[in-house]
């Protein structure tokens, strides 16, 4: 794989290039010139070696537009058409002229994620990191002391009530036995409906006992169909055989699963799915997986985001947190200070601080540990700003890869809010030397 070749065609020989039209000190073209893009070709060039076909697109294309993508918090669609209106997104992804059509299509984002994998996207974290370094923003030793929490990155699904996943339940096996060419002999395409909303209205007037019995009913129907589906299997064979088995297995975990159960299904397209508690009033139950974050004590740069399939217990993510730290950053961590939620964990080589911890807590490792719940606002601008308020990336790999580009759209915001305020203050200092003695002379 290779960057098509940027010999200028007959009709640029006398255009400008556009970089002679714009402003070189806008905070984007600084942050280009900043992040080292030959160590992403070339991460992005192994994970792509085919030698047939036309040439790939452009690594820093794609980089340049996931960046964009999770710092401004865009859809695959957004982004890929705000790059055609906005000369400087051009000049931060390589372009050397101005283009008025779109440089890929959207869906090839999604190829690309799975192209390049977690170790793929974790270099794009990497970047950034070392971005912030040339930038001055981080200091080398500032990568040695580290602040780690977790969080719930929910995924993109609806609440799930029975209700809710019997009926769409029935609706995949119906639609699964028209695609197969299997009779059923009924579906139920209008009482189940009708059931599922009747479900709703008596949950809404708190009458349990009516609505637990057409639950049930709905059960029975959802169930009919399953069973009727089974005894026509044998007829499916090939590639049709492995999706309808995979249906119906998923289908059967519904049927059987009861509120109090452990390892409910909660999705049907997306088994993964955990339910998990933090304690939070406002929302008791989120719908997602655990990510471990891991940030500088003091700048509040993202040094490693990593999902936690299974919700394991807070300080049994800590030592995974920490190597993927010290890989991304190139140093060792010295020092993490955490929450109360990591007791009874120790990392080898590391100290560890916890919050409330006063044994042998001089005034400088105090001020450390208060320090520690500055990744709170952390966590929470990347679920309001960036996109970890809700995932819309299919499977565990899809859970990884989400957690690490949003600590990487972290990184770019902080990054260019940094070259946006000097900016401006060269501009004030600029229009203090200039205009001084002309206000002076009035």
């Known amino acids: ?71 401004l918090d865009l859809s695959d669609e957004d982004v890929v058409w705000g790059w055609v209106e906005n000369p400087y997104w051009q000049v931060f992804t390589g372009e050397t002229y101005l283009q008025i059509e779109p440089p890929i299509d959207p869906s090839s984002l999604t190829r690309w994620r799975q192209r390049l994998g977690e170790e793929g ?29 977790t969080t719930v990155m929910p995924k993109a699904v609806a609440h799930p009530t029975d209700s809710r996943l019997l009926e769409r339940s029935r609706e995949h096996l119906v639609r699964a036995a028209g695609q197969c060419g299997l009779k059923l002999r009924q579906n139920y395409n209008r009482e189940a409906p009708r059931l599922a909303r009747q479900i709703g209205r008596y949950a809404h007037a708190r009458q349990f006992k009516r609505m637990n019995k057409t639950l049930r009913t709905l059960r029975s129907r959802v169930g009919r169909v399953w069973r009727d589906m089974d005894r026509q299997r044998d007829r499916v064979t090939g590639t049709d055989r492995i999706k309808l088995d995979d249906l119906m297995a998923r289908t059967q975990r519904i049927l059987a699963q009861r509120p109090k159960d452990k390892h409910k299904l909660y999705a049907l397209h997306a088994p993964e799915v955990e339910c998990i508690s933090k304690g939070k009033a406002r929302t008791p139950y989120e719908f997602g997986v655990k990510v471990s974050i891991t940030t500088t004590l003091k700048e509040g740069f993202v040094l490693g985001a990593r999902s936690m399939p299974g919700n394991p217990y807070d300080g049994h993510t800590l030592p995974e947190a920490l190597e993927q730290a010290a890989i991304l950053g190139d140093t060792a961590i010295e020092t993490a200070v955490v929450d109360r939620g990591y007791r009874g964990v120790e990392v080898p080589g590391t100290r560890i601080l916890r919050s409330g911890q006063r044994r042998g807590v001089t005034k400088g490792l105090k001020a450390m540990i208060k320090r520690r719940s500055a990744i709170e606002p952390t966590i929470g601008h990347m679920k309001s700003d ?46 203090g030397v200039i205009g001084g003695p002309r206000l002076s002379a009035v």
């Open 1 to 71: 794989m290779g960057p098509k070749p940027m010999t200028p065609a007959s009709g640029e020989l006398f255009r400008q290039t556009l970089r002679e039209q714009i402003n070189l000190k806008h905070p984007l073209v600084r942050l280009a010139d900043l992040i080292d893009w030959n160590r992403i070709e070339a991460v992005c060039a192994t994970c792509f070696a085919s030698r047939r076909g036309r040439p790939a697109t452009a690594p820093r294309l794609i980089a340049g537009l996931l960046y964009l993508q999770h710092a």
């Open 386 to 431: 960036g996109k970890l308020g809700r995932n819309w990336l299919k499977g565990r790999l899809g859970d990884a890869l989400h957690a690490i580009l949003c600590g990487a759209g972290h990184n770019i915001r902080l990054l260019l809010r940094r070259l946006r305020r000097f900016y401006v203050y060269v501009l004030i200092l600029m229009v």
């Open 121 to 149: 996207i974790e270099e794009l974290l990497a970047a950034t990191i070392t971005a912030a370094q040339r930038s001055g923003a981080v200091r080398k030793s500032s990568l040695k002391t580290v602040i780690v929490d």
